[in-house]
């Protein structure tokens, strides 16, 4: 017989990696009540306490997130309300911005809702159709321009890339969050370079910044859900942690392709997909 106690978490470092364990320990007696030692259990909560500490960090910035474009709508419809004798062109930026910030809402708000449907085990239903790709390269770097006047935004591919298959809607998904990461990323401006090569029957698409970079022990991990790279650097970078998680599904899932990323800390990251062009539209 004895007497369990549950002891507070402990952290341990085996080989320079923090592992947290819950700790219970017994006091073992015989028949005749002496002590004959005590036995105590480790048990690894590493994983749940990190999955617990994501999910907190996910809230507070979904919440950010969503207030942020929240207040600038709200500010600028207000200053409109006040008709203080705007010119048309001040009353155009004003709109601009309020449907820019819808925009970013709405994006958000899918990826939740697009994240709960993976979660719940239902795909992301393709809509397969023949994709000028080129056209699409050009069509989503003109917009990100627009966003940013402090990166320089450059296209690096064929003047002809021979058209695919597949679901043009979520090529436009992926290669904008990429993108929008790497300004993101880039907090000092700089280059971002959209790539695209053919190999074969395969298309490969390189997306490359000049910002922070991205620490070795977190490359493997930058598609997880709700990863994000927590230093100092990046803390004033919001974001869900739900981005590239996406993103993943999309090329992997969705287009049957592979996607990775290089990174130099310090020197900027490149995200790089590969997808074949030859998808069954049925």
């Known amino acids: 017989r004895g007497e369990e106690k549950a002891k507070p978490d402990a952290t341990i470092?085996?080989?320079?990696?923090?592992?947290?364990y819950q700790v219970q320990s017994a006091q073992v007696r015989n028949e005749e009540g002496k002590p004959l030692g005590i036995v105590a259990i480790l048990n690894d909560y590493t994983d749940i306490r990190n999955i617990e500490r994501m999910k907190s960090s996910f809230v507070a910035m979904a919440s950010h997130e969503l207030r942020t474009p929240l207040t600038a709508i709200k500010g600028f419809v207000s200053t409109l309300l006040m008709d203080d004798g705007f010119s048309k062109d001040e009353e155009r930026e004003f709109y601009m911005i309020i449907d820019q910030e819808c925009d970013r809402l709405t994006r958000l708000i899918n990826d939740l809702l697009n994240t709960a449907r993976i979660e719940a085990g239902e795909s992301l239903r393709p809509n397969y159709s023949k994709v000028n790709f080129r056209q699409l390269l050009e069509k989503v770097l003109m917009i990100q321009k627009q966003s940013t006047s402090k990166h320089k935004l450059v296209l690096d591919a064929p003047a002809e890339l021979p058209e695919i298959v597949g679901d043009e809607d979520k090529l436009d998904q992926v290669l904008t969050n990429l993108l929008n990461n790497s300004i993101k990323y880039a907090p000092n401006g700089g280059t971002v370079t959209l790539s695209c090569k053919v190999e074969g029957d395969e298309l490969l698409v390189g997306v490359a910044d000049e910002g922070l970079g991205i620490p070795k022990e977190h490359l493997a991990k930058v598609f997880d859900k709700f990863h994000r790279v927590n230093n100092d650097d990046n803390r004033k970078i919001y974001g869900t942690g739900l981005g590239l998680y996406l993103v993943k599904h999309l090329v992997e899932t969705v287009h049957l392709g592979k996607i990775w990323?290089?990174?130099?800390?310090g020197k900027g990251s490149t995200f790089y997909f590969r997808i074949p062009s030859n998808l069954d539209e049925d």
């Open 261 to 265: 990323a290089e990174s130099e800390v």
């Open 13 to 20: 470092s085996i080989n320079g990696i923090e592992r947290i």
